[in-house]
C-alpha cells in the first residue's frame, strides 16, 4: 500500500491512523468486512471524521510489540513462527473475497506481534483498486523479498532451517501455501486447552461440594455446533452443524449442505466430522481442493476446525465460528 499524497500516516504509542484526503477512494464494502469481525489476523479499526476527512485509527492493544522492535531480539525458532505466521494472516486475507491487495500495510512497522503467542496482525486500510491498481501476485512477491531483508536483523546468523526457508521463499515455483505446509510450526491447541480447563473447573466444584456433604449437579453436557457462514456476496449461505456427519456438494441428493451455482465445488465435496465436541473437515477427492487458512487438505486427512477459521472449498469460501451451550 502506498501511503503519502491522498494518506496521511501517523504513529504512536498503542496506535497507528490513516488519513484519508479524499473521499473517492474510500471503501464502504472494504470498512464493513473489517466490522465483520471474520478476519482475526487485522487490527481493530475505527474510523473517525478529522477536519472533514475519514481517519482510520487501528489499536494495537496492550501486548501487541511493532515488529522492527522485536527483530532484533529474534532467534530462529521464533523468526519462523512469526514469519509463517505473518504469510498465513496474508493468505487469509487474500482468501476473502472482499479484501484488495492495495488495502495491505506491510511495513515492518506496521506489523504487530503478541510478544506472548507470537500471533501476527496486520494493517487493512478499506480503500478501493480506484486508489492503486495492486495485484495479489505483486503483493506476494514484496512480502518475499521483505521477509529475506528482515531474516537480517535476527539477533543470531541465520541457521539451516532458516536458509532453506528462505531459499524456497525465493523459488517463485513454491507458492506460500506449499511453504506454509513445510515450515508452519504446529498449531497450539488453544480451544482443546480452553475446554480441557473448563472441564477441570467442573471437576473440582463437584469433589468440593462432596468435601461439603452436598450432592453435587451432574456434569453439563456441552453442545457443540459449528456454523459455516458464506463469506461471497452473490448469495446469503449458512449452514449449522450439530450432528456426527455433514457432506457439503452441489448435489441436492447427496450432499446436507448444498452449495448451488458454482460448477467448481464437486458433488460431494468435503466432509464435517464431529467427534467428542471437535469439528474436522476431510476432503472428499475433490478436483479443486478444500483448504483451511490457505492450507489444502490431503486425501483421508481430518484437519482440525477452529474459531475464525476460513474453510474455502474450491473458491467458495466460509467462516467458521464454534459455539457450545
Known amino acids: 500500500m502506498k501511503v503519502g499524497g491522498v494518506i496521511e500516516k501517523r504513529e504512536g504509542d498503542g496506535y497507528v491512523s490513516y488519513l484519508l484526503k479524499e473521499e473517492r477512494f474510500y471503501s464502504q464494502t472494504g470498512y464493513k468486512m473489517l466490522l465483520s469481525g471474520g478476519l482475526r489476523s487485522i487490527l481493530p479499526c475505527t474510523q473517525i471524521r478529522f477536519n472533514g476527512h475519514r481517519k482510520f485509527v487501528y489499536l494495537s492493544g496492550e501486548y501487541r510489540r511493532r515488529l522492527s522492535r522485536m527483530l532484533p531480539t529474534f532467534g530462529e525458532d521464533e523468526f519462523l513462527e512469526v514469519m509463517t505466521g505473518l504469510i498465513r494472516a496474508v493468505l487469509e486475507l487474500k482468501d476473502h473475497p472482499l479484501a484488495r491487495a492495495c488495502g495491505l500495510e506491510l511495513a515492518e512497522d506496521c506489523i504487530f506481534i503478541d510478544h506472548k503467542t507470537k500471533e501476527v496482525y496486520l494493517i487493512y486500510l478499506p480503500v478501493g483498486e480506484d486508489y492503486e491498481r495492486t495485484e495479489w501476485f505483486e503483493l506476494e512477491a514484496v512480502l518475499r523479498n521483505r521477509i529475506a531483508e528482515w531474516s537480517r536483523e535476527m539477533s543470531y546468523s541465520p541457521g539451516d532451517q532458516i536458509l532453506r526457508f528462505l531459499s524456497a521463499l525465493q523459488e517463485t515455483d513454491h507458492s506460500l501455501e506449499e511453504i506454509l505446509r513445510r515450515f508452519r510450526p504446529a498449531d497450539k491447541p488453544q480451544e482443546e486447552k480452553h475446554r480441557q ?4 473447573e467442573e471437576m473440582q466444584k463437584r469433589e468440593s461440594e462432596k468435601m461439603q456433604g452436598r450432592d453435587p449437579e451432574p456434569l453439563r453436557q456441552r453442545e457443540s455446533r459449528l456454523c459455516l457462514r458464506y ?22 441428493y447427496r450432499a446436507d449442505g448444498q452449495i448451488s451455482g458454482n460448477l467448481r465445488v464437486g458433488n460431494v465435496h468435503c466432509t464435517i466430522w464431529h467427534r467428542d465436541g471437535q469439528f474436522y473437515a476431510e476432503d472428499m477427492q475433490s478436483r479443486n481442493g478444500t483448504y483451511i487458512n490457505g492450507f489444502i487438505l490431503k486425501a483421508g486427512e481430518h484437519r482440525l ?19 457450545e451451550s
Open 305 to 323: 476446525l477452529h474459531q475464525g477459521d476460513i474453510l474455502k472449498l474450491a473458491d467458495s469460501s466460509f467462516l467458521v465460528e464454534i459455539k
Open 197 to 200: 480447563d473448563i472441564r477441570a
Open 231 to 252: 463469506m461471497g456476496t452473490d448469495q446469503k449461505l449458512e449452514f449449522t452443524i450439530t450432528g456426527e456427519k455433514f457432506v457439503l456438494g452441489r448435489s441436492p
